[in-house]
C-alpha cells in the first residue's frame, strides 16, 4: 500500500475550499477532491452521481453556504462531507466514489491501492 502527499493540513480549512488533484484508475485520469469536515479529512472522485460532471463551482468550492454539505454546482445535488451519501436532489440516493486518506505530520496522503496513483 502506498501513501501520496495530497496537500499541507493546513490548506483545508473545516466547511471550507478544498483541494483537488487527479487520481489515476483503471488507465484513466479521474478528478478528486479533499475537504476538511469536523475537524477530519475526506477525499472524493470530483464527479457527481447523478452526470459525471465535476463537483465544484469554482475551484474547490465543494462546500454550499453554510459549510454543512457538499454540492454540486450543476445539477444542486447534495452530499454528506462525511461519507458522500446523497442528501437530496437529483443523486437519485447514489452516493460520491470516496478516496482513502489519511493525515500525518502536517500532511494529507491518499492511500492507493493496487495500480492507483495520484497524478
Known amino acids: 500500500m502506498n501513501q501520496r502527499l495530497i496537500c499541507a493540513s493546513d490548506e483545508l480549512v473545516d466547511g471550507g475550499r478544498g483541494v483537488r488533484f487527479t487520481v489515476d484508475r483503471h488507465g484513466f485520469s479521474d478528478p478528486a477532491f479533499a475537504v476538511r469536515f469536523y475537524g477530519r479529512v475526506y477525499a472524493y ?33 447534495l452530499y454528506a462531507p462525511e461519507s458522500g451519501r446523497c442528501l437530496g436532489g437529483r443523486c437519485n440516493g447514489k452516493g460520491l466514489v470516496a478516496l482513502s486518506v489519511v493525515e500525518r505530520d502536517g500532511h494529507v496522503f491518499l492511500i492507493e491501492e493496487g495500480r492507483e496513483s495520484v497524478g
Open 45 to 77: 472522485l470530483n464527479r457527481c452521481a447523478h452526470v459525471p460532471t465535476e463537483m465544484d463551482r469554482q475551484t474547490g468550492e465543494f462546500f454550499d453556504h453554510s459549510g454543512l454539505y457538499l454540492t454540486c454546482a450543476t445539477h444542486g445535488a
